[in-house]
Structure formats: C-alpha cells, structure tokens
C-alpha cells in the first residue's frame, strides 16, 4: 500500500522569502509523484510531477520539486514566495494514474 | 477541451436527508471518474472510481453511494446522510497521454450537514 506523509499542516512565511514544503511517500513499488494546489473553495490543480528521468521536476508558478528515491522524499520548493501564491498544497502519489494516495495538506501562508 | 462540472456548489442538508451531487465531464469519452472527500483539517481521501458505465469500485465502507448513468456523468449518493457527512467533494477524471496524464479535478461540492 502507499501512503503520503506532508508533516507540516501549516507553513507561514514572509513575502520574497524562500519555501520548502516537505512530502514523504511510503510504497513498495515504484510510484509518480505530484503536487497539486488548491486555492480557497476551488479544485485541485497541478503544480508538478514526476514520472521518471530528471529528478528536478519544475512546474508551473515557479515552483520546483526534487524526487529524492534513498530518502523518499518529494519537497516542493520557491526560491521567492508571493502573496498569490497563499493557498493548500497537496502532495500525492499513484501508480499507474489510477489510484492517488493524498497527504493532509500543507497550508502556506504568505505575509506581506 | 476538456472541461469538468460540478454542482451543486454548495449545500446545506438536514441529517437524514437524502444527498446527490453530479459530475460531468466534456471533451472526452470514456474517461476514468473519481469521487474524493476532503474532510476539514484533513486531506482526500478516495471514496470511489469508475472506468466505465455501471462500473464502480468502491475504496472505504461509508454511508455513501457512487453510480454512472452515462459515460460522462458520475453521481454520488446517499439515502441519508450523517454529520461525518460533511466535507468538500471532488470529482476528477484521469486525462492525457503520456508525461500530460495525470487525474484532473473539478471545482467541488461544498457539503454541510447539520
């Protein structure tokens, strides 16, 4: 079975400043990866993912993220936050597309 | 292209009640269809999938129910409903081809049981 672990249920940072977003993933098969964002009373929407090749997989709003195979880690990352980008991020994996296990959820919260 | 439907956008429901929120999706035939619930504080879980009409695999036991009618049209059901209930209801359905496949969801349902 898979399951995703995003241990930081909330994240407040400054304006212009840096972000990591931490994702843990558990499987005994190979998986892919992704991050979706959720702004306040919409669906989910693709930041990123990662199916194989480059283990630095880049998305869209400036955000990266790097598959980490030894440490099952996918941490997404901005080098420079802004006040849009406020909102839910998800971090998830599926095997075969046809299943997706979600984290809980990580809130960013960007100050001015 | 492929665009997803949801409504309501929200609803408030007496306990007891009974429930049913509709998905469509335009573009596409055949599609594979999901159902999602995003309870507070919490984040999705599966509720159930389709990959075809009359075809629904249900992931946990709950008081809900999931049908497809049409190739298109996913519904998801309960004869009445529960405070645990409540949540935000996501459909989606798996899109694309190669590096573009991925799940693809909808605005959601806002669902409050009181």
């Known amino acids: 079975a898979q399951s995703v672990t995003q241990l930081d249920s909330q994240v407040p940072v400054f304006e212009e400043a840096p972000v990591e977003l931490r994702c843990n993933y558990s499987s005994s098969v190979s998986v892919y990866l992704f991050w979706y964002v959720q702004y306040p009373n919409q669906g989910l929407q693709l930041l990123l993912k990662y199916l194989s090749g480059s283990t630095l997989v880049k998305g869209i709003n400036g955000f990266e993220a790097e598959f980490n195979k030894s440490q099952t880690s996918f941490h997404l990352r901005k080098p420079s936050v802004h006040i849009s980008d406020t909102a839910e991020y998800f971090c998830a994996v599926s095997v075969g597309f046809n299943k997706f296990y979600f984290g809980s959820g990580t809130k960013l919260n960007v100050k001015p | 292209s492929q665009t997803i439907h949801q409504w309501p956008a929200t609803l408030v429901q007496p306990v007891g009640s009974p429930l049913s929120l509709e998905c469509t999706v335009e573009g596409t035939s055949n599609p594979n269809l999901y159902w999602y619930r995003q309870a507070a504080g919490r984040g999705l879980q599966l509720l159930f999938y389709?990959?075809?009409?009359?075809?629904i695999s249900s992931e946990v036991p709950q008081n809900l129910s999931a049908s497809r009618p049409q190739d298109r049209q996913f519904i998801l059901s309960s004869k009445k409903l529960l405070l645990s209930d409540s949540g935000f209801y996501l459909c989606a359905w798996r899109g694309g081809l190669g590096a573009s496949e991925t799940q693809y969801f909808g605005p959601g349902t806002r669902l409050l049981v009181l």
């Open positions: 389709s990959v075809g009409i009359g075809q």
